[in-house]
């Protein structure tokens, strides 16, 4: 059974960082593309980084609302995904999902999904 | 960037109803289309993905149509399992994609 459980989610002040994790189970992580999906309270889903896997060259792309703040990074031998978020915005107050991608190199969706882990941004 | 547009943003339907739920791209995005549902508190859930394949395990009272700019998710036969919302999103441009905005499916 694939599972995916994100940590490291918390309050933390605007400016500050914090860095995500993603353990996946159940799956060869290394042979799958990761990302990083984003749900502010209330709100819809918004896709926020993206890895290819090794594969595919193992590069990144970000969402322009979090470009050149956060950085997504994986270590396949430990099966984990990482997502680094820096200058961080009250606007970045939400759960964070890691999702499995199922990439062919052009078409993609995320076909597994964490439970997500909350972040707040808060003074 | 690729925006989408679901509508309605909000249904209210009965068990047994067929529901139809739209989903409209800003530009062609050929069926590089996929939905997903999310129940309240829980992550989302693929359901169909390149506009009409339908995803392992998901029932066959779910079904993806459309190409170009317009797709439709339709339940054939409303179950209570069901009411949740919806959301479509775009694979055509690089990753990570966009999504729509999000139907949510109400009890009537």
């Known amino acids: 059974e694939v599972q995916l459980v994100e940590s490291g989610g918390g309050l933390v002040q605007p400016g500050r960082s914090l860095r995500l994790s993603c353990l996946g189970s159940?799956?060869?992580?290394?042979?799958?593309?990761m990302s990083w999906v984003r749900q502010a309270p209330g709100k819809g889903l918004e896709s926020v980084a993206f890895?290819?896997?090794?594969?595919?060259?193992?590069?990144?792309e970000y969402a322009a609302s979090v470009k050149g703040r956060f950085s997504i990074s994986r270590d396949d031998s430990k099966s984990i995904a990482y997502l680094h978020m820096n200058s961080l915005k009250t606007e970045d107050t939400a759960l964070y999902y890691c999702?499995?991608?199922?990439?062919?190199?052009?078409?993609?969706?995320?076909?597994?999904w964490g439970q997500g882990t909350l972040v707040t941004v808060s003074s | 960037d690729i925006q989408m547009t679901q509508s309605p943003s909000s249904l209210s339907a009965s068990v047994g109803d067929r529901v139809t739920i739209t989903c409209r791209a800003s530009?062609?995005?050929?069926?590089?289309l996929n939905w997903y549902q999310q129940k309240p508190g829980k992550a989302p859930n693929l359901l169909i993905y390149?506009?009409?394949s339908l995803q392992t395990g998901v029932p066959s009272r779910f079904s993806g149509r459309g190409s170009g700019t317009d797709f439709t998710l339709t339940i054939s036969s409303l179950q209570p399992e069901d009411f949740a919302t919806y959301y479509c999103?775009?694979?055509?441009?690089?990753?990570?994609?966009?999504f729509g905005g999000g139907t949510k499916i109400e009890i009537k």
């Open positions: 890895i290819r896997s090794k594969a595919y060259g193992g590069t990144t």
């Open positions: 159940g799956f060869t992580l290394g042979d799958y593309a």
């Open positions: 999103q775009q694979s055509f441009s690089t990753p990570p994609g966009t």
């Open positions: 999702s499995r991608v199922d990439y062919s190199g052009s078409y993609y969706y995320f076909d597994s």
């Open positions: 530009q062609s995005i050929s069926r590089y």
């Open positions: 390149t506009a009409s």
